[in-house]
């Protein structure tokens, strides 16, 4: 979840299509450049330790587009495989 929300930061989409399983993942992302991430605060987290398969992240990420600041909130789905996690989707 840090990674991706780095990835947020510095406007990386191919490492967030990357970390997106392929079931669910976009064709294409485009980020907006105006808009800067500068708060992810992890509420809680379920499973998604050393021996599970799935887990949950629920988060609030703060940013500011222009002079408007927001907040997205999100319980986002995550899956392991192959050792890999991969972003599923938000519940």
Request: charged share 25%.
């Amino acid at each position: 979840m840090r990674s991706r929300y780095s990835a947020y930061v510095l406007g990386a989409a191919r490492y967030l299509l990357a970390t997106w399983h392929p079931n669910t993942r976009p064709a294409t992302l485009e980020l907006d450049p105006a808009i800067r991430w500068y708060l992810l605060d992890i509420a809680r987290t379920s499973r998604g330790g050393l021996l599970d398969t799935h887990g949950t992240v629920e988060f609030r990420a703060k940013y500011r587009h222009g002079s408007e600041a927001g907040e997205q909130h999100e319980n986002s789905r995550f899956v392991r495989e192959k050792r890999r996690w991969y972003y599923v989707d938000a519940l």
